[in-house]
């Protein structure tokens, strides 16, 4: 079993007190950005055949009778006005940004404050994974924070992790923030 694996069952192990049995848990970000790689990892799959997705991917990760649904969805252009559809009752809000593709940091940070002001998202904690840490052209997480105004995130639990889907790297820590938070806000 991968680092990463035991992340997500540590997350569900978090939450096996707890009453609520189901996670829902929402994937986006632009095209290219690792969201998919990111699932894989998630789900200890190999990482290196991965194709653009169309539409969307639900992973479901069980174990002792919790449930973490994951939904990853495309972030092509023509397909991100559909986010909205998958947004009603989201547990967690996982955005994945390319850290080393500066010249759409504007667009993701829009596409990010736009979902942010969803009536559905009221609330619901962010977890941000600034993603291809491993580029040498990665931005650190922390210049990212701040492009994206984290900080007059006030109606929510965020957080920003910088991460290397690829390599797993960063997000176990990504996890662990998860547990800590949305286990305490269930409770």
């Known amino acids: 079993m991968g680092e990463v694996q035991k992340g997500l069952f ?4 978090k939450l096996k007190g707890t009453t609520e049995q189901e996670l829902r848990i929402v994937l986006l970000g632009l095209d290219n950005a690792g969201k998919t790689t990111l699932l894989k990892q998630l789900a200890s799959e190999d990482v290196n055949t991965i194709t653009p997705t169309q539409g969307f991917n639900i992973k479901s990760v069980t174990c002792d009778g919790m449930k973490l649904n994951v939904w990853d969805i495309g972030g092509q252009r023509k397909i991100r006005p559909f986010w909205k559809k998958y947004l009603e009752n989201t547990d967690l809000l996982i955005y994945v940004i390319d850290s080393a593709d500066k010249k759409r940091f504007e667009e993701t940070g829009l596409e990010l404050s736009e ?11 962010l977890l941000i994974f600034a993603n291809k ?3 040498a052209t990665a931005s650190p997480a922390s210049e990212i924070a701040e492009g994206l105004n984290l900080h007059t995130y006030r109606d929510r639990e965020w957080q920003i992790q910088a991460c290397s889907a690829v390599s797993g790297e960063g997000v176990q820590d990504g996890m662990n923030w998860i547990s800590n938070n949305i286990i305490n806000k269930k409770k």
């Open 10 to 13: 540590s997350v569900i192990e």
């Open 115 to 125: 979902l942010i002001d969803e009536e559905n998202l009221k609330g619901v904690p």
């Open 133 to 135: 840490q491993d580029l």
